[in-house]
């Protein structure tokens, strides 16, 4: 009886899971992944791994440092964040006095539509936040892919403070830019990359970045 019962929880779950999309949202934010059933006394049953967006089995020991800083791989003087403000900006970027730093310009943070012109209010935000790279499959780079990867212009964007704190290690199923017009162009360019770096996706996160490309660009649903 008990072993029946197993078999019925399992076979819920694998039908659940693939309908959570078309649940109340009370009903798909259920955890039945969690359910204990050590009181069955059927040892060496386990429940199915579903996958997910947040898992529990992300690799831990994470550390900023094996990214490694930004970057002056010319020997200009300007690393990383210099170029990509110096580049970026929509007028003549103002250099320190000692031309290593960036001063002042013209930029519009993607992620919010507002425009800046003093540097320091901006942050060089990862498209691909490194912590989720590393949760994603970074974990396994040596420190050159790793430091490549953080300083890829491509994985990189001028973005307010605020805006950039509050996407944190977020990917797009937990956070989502809120200008509208640049969302499209934030899925794609996180799938690109994630395709790029051989970073690796659980089936919910290939299902929910499909369905938010189909939202955010017309083209994708055509």
């Not at 959570?20 to 798909?28: F, N, Q, R, T």
């Not at 580049?87 to 970027?93: E, P, V």
């Not at 901006?122 to 990867?149: C, Q, T």
């Amino acid at each position: 009886m008990k072993r029946l019962i197993f078999i019925l929880v399992t076979l819920g779950l694998l039908f659940f899971e693939p309908l959570k999309d078309k649940l109340p949202a009370d009903l798909a934010a259920l955890d039945l992944s969690s359910l204990d059933l050590s009181a069955l006394g059927l040892p060496g049953l386990h429940l199915p791994d579903l996958g997910g967006s947040h898992s529990a089995s992300a690799p831990e020991g994470y550390e900023r440092s094996f990214f490694g800083g930004w970057s002056d791989a010319d020997h200009d003087c300007l690393d990383t964040r210099a170029e990509l403000l110096s580049s970026t900006s929509l007028s003549r970027a103002k250099l320190s006095s000692s031309g290593c730093t960036v001063k002042s310009g013209k930029w519009i943070d993607p992620y919010t539509g507002k425009t800046f012109r003093t540097a320091s209010d901006l942050d060089i935000d990862h498209i691909v936040p490194l912590k989720w790279a590393w949760d994603h499959g970074a974990n396994r780079w040596n420190s050159a892919k790793a430091e490549r990867f953080a300083n890829d212009p491509a994985n990189l964007v001028a973005a307010s403070a605020s805006a950039n704190r509050s996407k944190g290690a977020k990917g797009p199923l937990d956070w989502m830019p809120g200008n509208n017009a640049y969302r499209c162009t934030y899925i794609q360019d996180f799938e690109k990359l994630v395709k790029s770096y051989g970073l690796t996706l659980s089936a919910t996160e290939s299902r929910g970045f499909a369905r938010i490309e189909s939202g955010a660009c017309p083209q994708a649903g055509t």
